[in-house]
């Protein structure tokens, strides 16, 4: 799924008639303002990024339009080969220049995985694909790159039409004879003879094999799997790309191995046991130790590899107080073999860890500022460099050379010289600052054990008392703050960009007008298969932010064991601390079983034989607790029908008095369907959403629960939408007797503020280092409450709307229309679906296609210009 994002932008190129007139933002808060924004600080100030965090990479850096996943230095040092998902770049390391920028030959770029050795014809460079490809490029001195064939990998599947491979981490002998490559959707090493030029044979090693080393002998390898062990019978396990995994009652991954391969026979003899979610591997310069990443332990391993186990344990967090979410992914070995450098993903760093010297263990002397989720990192001996998945952040200029401009989520490469100790200590303090570790650690502190602290609706520490004993938590699809909000006429806002506005939404204006508008909250992800990650953990892994090549192992909703980060949902700690719990749609594919299929025939048929659906929750800890008669992403059945499940219920516990402590509600309906002719309208689809929002919320507030009950309603993403500020930019509700009055809140809040906000109501810890770090939302509320109760305002646009007749949409629109999918929560193209949903909101006014981009390709008024050299990529 390509993940291209709007935010509509002043494009200084348009003719005056075509140009829409964009507001100009205010000056920016300060970088360590309440009331921060996300993008680019002034002057050499950094980048706020989505999560909260100040990113400031050290040394140099080069930003483009790609997602830089991982990276390898030539033979001689001279060049940096930089593996994105859409495209391979060749980086000058004494100039820092781009030397070149090619696309793949075919498909995108996977996780990880790429090699260089020197050849008399050049530098010969293997990277493997997301799809079933290895893919082999010769590489000139001048950094010119020439494709040669591909080799075919194979995934599962029948013979003659097999599934993706996926392939990762590879291997290359040195006579250049073979190329031993994880393929991670089959579960086995590739063993490749380059000069047959295919795949030879496979090796079953574990589950999802992601990085491979050789022995200096080349008789064995050395696999990390990072689903660990296969599953036997008796194991709980869920399913990741069709293989079952070892998983917890959480449905989290519990095992991590690495393979030992005797390459002669051809046979896995031992499976190492080691942390969880095992990335890349390194070995010792002696031979005897192998190093591995485990980035859903927070910790690096060292295997004493003649002992065939794990000898050593180092914990890479910032600090040992911090709860897990560092996310070490990637690993460079110094020269000497006495530094390893690791990419800490959740603390946007390179964490140094000092090797101890016969037997003696090793310790983390500091850690260096890199760019947003550092995904790869290589070492010469004088520099480190590191390839920063998510870049410099939403939006940052980058004057420093013609051609470079910012793009959201636009990676970047940093070029650092090895710092002496006195230059670490300081990039170690400005890591700990700028990763929010301070904010994080107050948020661990447990309340006193006094109980004359009186209740409030956001209690200062965990563990002291709130006067909310109820939370629900509406999640919707897919909207930014100035498509439902640009035209509220307060706040920063943007009428301009407004396509649903009080006409289509009457109850979300109603609602940000009488309880307070948040005009600068974001989402942390950008689709669907990130969104509610972010939405239900608050953090994604490595697996998560490197998939984004096309997302061949899996599109997450739910169905991916190995997308989990090893923290609770935040269901389970709410389960845990012995709360009640119920969950209406989320983390749901339902199938339609009945007669009616499409949206007028279900909305016709609801409550007949007619009309039926087979729930499918995968999650295991969710589906014991989630309303079987509630549908979840099920684009044919209208929001309506799903509160009319919803209501059923909260009428028997009003009855009953046994409202849960926790409920989860989805509404989708938002997302829309486009032009399609057999559904409605995407206004009418929009207005169907709100007036079930509307609906749930009347019922709560005339309830016997209202007093003690607050209401959080935001996106999973805010993928099909445009936004003046940044294209994260979405809306938050948050609705209780206890909030603020007609108040604009303009503090900084996200996704994992609204989780942290609920686990501190409820007493609990934070999720994870990230939620821990995220504001709780105090500004909100109020201690005087009203409990005046809420009353719907009915739809202005009908529901069942029709979409215009398909002869009537221009050819463009029927071009867009019929690519459309929306049998899965965002696998359409996003730029596709935002042009769709432009022409039918404003019939007649061209789509600005100039600005559109990944999640907000400039902003003039920022001082932001388009890249026109930026590579196509599977965010670009």
Not at 644 to 650: D, G, N, S, T, Y
Not at 772 to 778: I, K, L, N, S
Request: glycine share 10%; charged share 20%.
């Amino acid at each position: 799924m390509n993940c291209k994002h709007l935010a509509l932008l002043v494009c200084l190129t348009c003719t005056a008639a075509a140009a829409l007139a964009i507001q100009s933002p205010a000056t920016r808060p300060a970088a360590n303002s309440d009331e921060r924004r996300v993008g680019p600080e002034d002057g050499d100030g950094g980048t706020i990024v989505t999560t909260g965090q100040l990113v400031r990479p050290a040394g140099k850096t080069l930003a483009y339009g790609g997602r830089p996943v991982d990276l390898c230095l030539s033979p001689d040092g001279k060049r940096l080969y930089v593996k994105n998902t859409g495209g391979l770049s060749v980086l000058d390391t004494a100039t820092w220049a781009e030397l070149s920028s090619s696309k793949y030959p075919a498909g995108s770029g996977s996780m990880h995985g790429v090699v260089a050795v020197a050849t008399p014809a050049g530098d010969k460079l293997f990277v493997t694909g997301s799809g079933s490809a290895m893919h082999i490029a010769t590489v000139a001195a001048d950094g010119t790159v020439t494709w040669g064939a591909s080799i075919d990998l194979p995934g599962p599947g029948p013979a003659a039409k097999p599934g993706y491979s996926h392939s990762l981490g590879l291997a290359v002998s040195r006579d250049l004879s073979t190329v031993y490559v994880c393929l991670s959707r089959n579960n086995t090493l590739g063993i490749v003879d380059l000069k047959a030029g295919k795949l030879v044979a496979q090796i079953d090693v574990g589950v999802c094999p992601y990085s491979v080393v050789l022995s200096a002998d080349e008789a064995t390898a050395y696999v990390s799997n990072f689903g660990g062990r296969c599953a036997v019978a008796g194991d709980t396990t869920a399913k990741s790309t069709g293989t079952d995994v070892v998983v917890d009652a959480r449905t989290i991954a519990t095992s991590g191995t690495v393979s030992r391969v005797d390459l002669k026979a051809r046979k896995v003899t031992a499976d190492i046991v080691v942390g969880l979610h095992p990335t890349q591997l390194k070995l010792s310069n002696d031979g005897k130790s192998l190093y591995l990443a485990a980035a859903n332990s927070d910790e690096v391993q060292a295997i004493d590899l003649t002992a065939g186990k794990v000898a050593e344990r180092i914990a890479v967090r910032p600090d040992a107080n911090l709860p897990f979410g560092s996310l070490p992914n990637a690993l460079a070995l110094s020269p000497d073999g006495k530094t390893l450098y690791v990419a800490n993903g959740g603390n946007n760093a390179v964490a140094v860890i000092e090797l101890g010297k016969a037997g003696a263990a090793g310790k983390v002397a500091g850690f260096i500022p890199a760019g947003w989720f550092p995904g790869g990192v290589v070492t010469d001996g004088k520099s480190l460099y590191i390839a920063n998945t998510k870049g410099e952040g939403s939006r940052t200029p980058d004057p420093r050379k013609p051609g470079w401009t910012s793009s959201q989520v636009r990676g970047s490469v940093s070029a650092v010289p090895l710092p002496s100790a006195e230059a670490l200590a300081k990039m170690s303090a400005q890591v700990k600052a700028d990763a929010r570790v301070p904010e994080a650690l107050r948020a661990m502190e447990l309340a006193a054990a006094s109980k004359d602290v009186p209740a409030k609706p956001v209690p200062a520490k965990v563990g002291e008392p709130s006067v909310f004993k109820h939370v629900v938590y509406v999640i919707k699809e897919n909207r930014t703050y100035d498509q439902v909000f640009g035209a509220i006429g307060k706040g920063n806002s943007e009428p301009n960009l407004c396509i649903y506005g009080r006409d289509v939404t009457p109850n979300h204006h109603a609602l940000a007008e009488r309880f307070a508008l948040l005009d600068n909250y974001y989402c942390n992800g950008v689709l669907s298969a990130d969104g509610h990650q972010w939405a239900t953990q608050g953090i994604v892994t490595d697996y998560q932010e490197k998939g984004f090549g096309g997302h061949t192992r899996s599109y997450d909703f739910g169905t991916d064991a190995l997308t989990y980060a090893n923290c609770n949902f935040i269901w389970d700690s709410v389960l845990l601390a012995g709360l009640s719990f119920r969950n209406y749609g989320e983390f749901d594919f339902p199938t339609l079983t009945g007669k009616a299929k499409d949206w007028y025939a279900v909305q016709k048929a609801w409550g007949t034989p007619d009309f039926s659906f087979k729930q499918s929750v995968e999650v295991e800890a969710l589906r014991r607790f989630t309303c079987e008669a509630y549908p979840g992403w099920q684009m044919q059945i209208p929001d309506t029908r799903r509160m009319e499940v919803f209501l059923k219920e909260f009428a028997q516990f009003e009855k009953d008095g046994n409202f849960p402590s926790f409920v989860i509600v989805y509404l989708p309906q938002d997302h829309t369907q486009g032009s399609k002719a057999t559904v409605p309208s995407p206004r009418a689809h929009v207005a169907d959403n709100d007036l079930a929002l509307g609906q749930m919320v009347q019922a709560i507030s005339k309830s016997r629960f209202w007093k003690e009950t607050c209401i959080f309603v935001n996106e999973d993403d805010p993928q099909n939408g445009f936004d003046h500020v940044d294209g994260h930019r979405s809306l938050c509700l948050v609705i209780s007797p206890y909030t603020k009055r007609g108040e604009i809140v303009s503090k900084f809040y996200n996704q994992s503020s609204v989780l942290h906000t609920i686990t501190r109501i409820f007493g609990l810890p934070p999720l994870n280092q990230l939620t821990a770090g995220a504001p709780t939302m105090e500004a909100c509320f109020t201690d005087k409450p009203d409990f005046a109760p809420y009353t719907l305002v009915p739809n202005q646009i009908p529901i069942d709307e029709p979409n215009r007749r398909q002869a009537a949409l221009s050819p463009r629109e029927q071009k867009l229309q019929a690519e459309m999918d929306f049998s899965k929560p965002d696998i359409i193209e996003d730029d596709d679906l935002n042009e769709l949903l432009w022409l039918a909101a404003r019939p007649g006014q061209p789509y600005p296609k100039e600005w559109s981009g990944p999640h907000g390709k400039g902003l003039a008024a920022l001082g932001l210009k388009k890249d026109p050299n930026a590579p196509k990529d599977e965010d670009d």
